[in-house]
């Protein structure tokens, strides 16, 4: 069995820049994946090079074994993506939309699967609604819908609850769960890192266009362990021994952030503390999250990782 999305030692110049790097890795059928980075790191790029919107400068991308390139017709089709930017047509409503996708993939008797996906995504009050008139939650809503109208095998979904509601998460995680657990596959781009830990079971970090961690989320996880004490101190400043353990400034109220490797080091700064005369008001533990993985991450010397298949 292929590989959902197999991509190898992809480049992607512009001119000058090379906003990809010689990326390559897995996505296995069936998996929820995530693809996470900072602004420019090239996961922009690497979704249209999939999608079939750009073409790389080097290395070969699959979906579902298709070549996006010289099996392009048989890769769209396996495809499904929800872009981050609102691009509609605003001469139609919102069934018309979704039939008028139909048939861009030769399926004119639809009308079923249409009504499915608009019940599950909260859309059926609106399907005779015009899309100009929609708002921007309900608009987005409509995205998701056009890219599973041909119940592709492989969804890709790209910031896809960037600035909507509360409402709106709860609704699209819930059917993307079920499509998933349907034997869909799922990529996921996001900055609220707590949905990627939540959801996806395994996630690739991209940084200057080259992928620096691909690892299985809990695993990620697992060796960054550990995790911080929030400290509110008084009667004596942070010994010096101990700053080099800071997670970062100061917060507002004066509290500061220690980040432990593991836990056994907590008895250890302590008991520092106390030698240096330092009264501890307040203490708070947290575990490692992922936010807290992929800043240290991101904050370490770009070196690729190992390039990973599906396991």
Request: aromatic share 6%.
């Amino acid at each position: 069995m292929p590989p959902a999305i197999e991509i190898r030692s992809v480049h992607k110049r512009y001119g000058a820049f090379e906003a990809l790097r010689g990326v390559s890795f897995d996505v296995a059928q069936g998996e929820f994946f995530g693809l996470l980075g900072p602004n420019g790191a090239g996961k922009t790029s690497l979704i249209a090079i999939v999608a079939g919107l750009n073409r790389p400068s080097s290395g070969t991308v699959r979906v579902m074994g298709h070549d996006v390139v010289a099996d392009y017709r048989a890769a769209r089709r396996a495809l499904g993506v929800v872009p981050q930017e609102l691009v509609f047509d605003p001469f139609f409503t919102v069934r018309e939309t979704l039939r008028l996708t139909s048939g861009y993939y030769g399926l004119a008797r639809n009308d079923a699967w249409i009504d499915e996906i608009l019940h599950h995504l909260d859309l059926t009050a609106k399907a005779d609604a015009n899309m100009r008139a929609l708002s921007g939650g309900m608009k987005r809503r409509v995205l998701v819908a056009q890219a599973l109208v041909h119940r592709p095998p492989v969804i890709v979904l790209d910031e896809p609850t960037a600035g909507v509601d509360v409402e709106l998460r709860q609704t699209l995680w819930t059917f993307v769960r079920r499509l998933n657990r349907e034997g869909h596959t799922i990529v996921l781009t996001t900055h609220y890192l707590e949905e990627a830990q939540e959801l996806c079971g395994r996630i690739a970090m991209l940084k200057q266009g080259q992928v620096v961690a691909l690892e299985r989320t809990a695993d990620l996880l697992g060796r960054f362990g550990g995790g911080t004490v929030t400290l509110r101190l008084s009667r004596a400043p942070l010994p010096g021994a101990l700053r080099p353990l800071l997670a970062g400034e100061p917060l507002p109220d004066g509290r500061i952030a220690l980040r432990l490797d593991d836990w056994q080091a907590l008895e250890p700064v302590l008991a520092r503390l106390r030698e240096a005369g330092c009264h501890v008001d307040e203490m708070e533990l947290a575990h490692t999250d992922l936010e807290d993985v992929f800043l240290r991450v991101m904050a370490a010397e770009t070196a690729p990782a190992a390039a990973g298949g599906a396991s």
